[in-house]
Antibody, heavy 122, light 108 residues
Framework: QFQLQESGPGLVRPSETLSLTCSVS??????????WAWIRQPPGKGLEWIGSVSYTGVTYYSPSLESRITISVDPSKNQFSMTLNSVTVADRAVYYC??????????????WGRGTLVTVSS | SSELTQDPAVSVALGQTVRITCQGD??????ANWYQQKPGQAPVLVIS???NRPSGIPDRMSGSSSGITASLTITGAQADDEADYYCNSRDRSGNYLVFGGGTKLTVL
């Protein structure tokens, strides 16, 4: 059964770096045609795509976060990760990892982790 | 504001049909996908590539598209369909992925 599981601190101080990891089970990150994505959702608000990474390490980032975000993949651990620098209270959200499948014309997120709430506070 | 526009809220009587729409210029070129999200849960893909239902999704859910508008139709809405629904696709440039703002569906 294919599953994704986010892990990382639930509390980050303002101006510091948020780091999250997504562990993949029941499948491999080393799969052609799949990208590995991070998506976030502030409490009570909508979904925001943060960025994606391929198994070869090719990345795509949301323009609004590109200056602060890094996404990487570790095939040896079957994981992928994100770091977000200089966090503010506006970065408080549930962070989801997800698998992006489909061709260029139809990029869908077909598997999601359960999400992890990250709070930014001193 | 999002490049994909959804009505914030829609309601439907139990057993009736409801259409939830998503508008955006990029939908002329790229498929829309639809996700259902219930409170406290992760989103679930219910329609992919415009009109495909993943395994386990009831056939009362269907997708369609015309021009810049993609639609998710629920035929014979059930109480269990009450949820937030999000569309996603690519932006106009094709380089980035975007979500609509979401539609809260209430089943009366």
């Amino acid at each position: 059964q294919f599953q994704l599981q986010e892990s990382g601190p639930g509390l980050v101080r303002p101006s510091e770096t948020l780091s999250l990891t997504c562990s993949v089970s029941g499948g491999s990150v080393n799969t052609y045609g799949h990208y590995w994505a991070w998506i976030r959702q502030p409490p009570g608000k909508g979904l925001e795509w943060i960025g994606s990474v391929s198994y070869t390490g090719v990345t795509y980032y949301s323009p609004s976060l590109e200056s602060r975000i890094t996404i990487s993949v570790d095939p040896s651990k079957n994981q992928f990760s994100m770091t977000l620098n200089s966090v503010t209270v506006a970065d408080r959200a549930v962070y989801y990892c997800a698998r992006r499948a489909g061709g260029y014309k139809g990029s869908k997120f077909d598997y999601w982790g359960r999400g992890t709430l990250v709070t930014v506070s001193s | 504001s999002s490049e994909l526009t959804q009505d914030p809220a829609v309601s439907v009587a139990l057993g009736q049909t409801v259409r939830i729409t998503c508008q955006g210029d990029s939908l002329r070129s790229y498929y829309a996908n639809w996700y259902q999200q219930k409170p406290g849960q992760a989103p679930v893909l219910v329609i992919s590539d415009g009109n495909n239902r993943p395994s386990g999704i009831p056939d009362r859910m269907s997708g369609s598209s015309s021009g810049i508008t993609a639609s998710l139709t629920i035929t014979g809405a059930q109480a269990d369909d009450e949820a937030d629904y999000y569309c996603n696709s690519r932006d106009r440039s094709g380089n980035y992925l975007v979500f609509g703002g979401g539609t809260k569906l209430t089943v009366l």
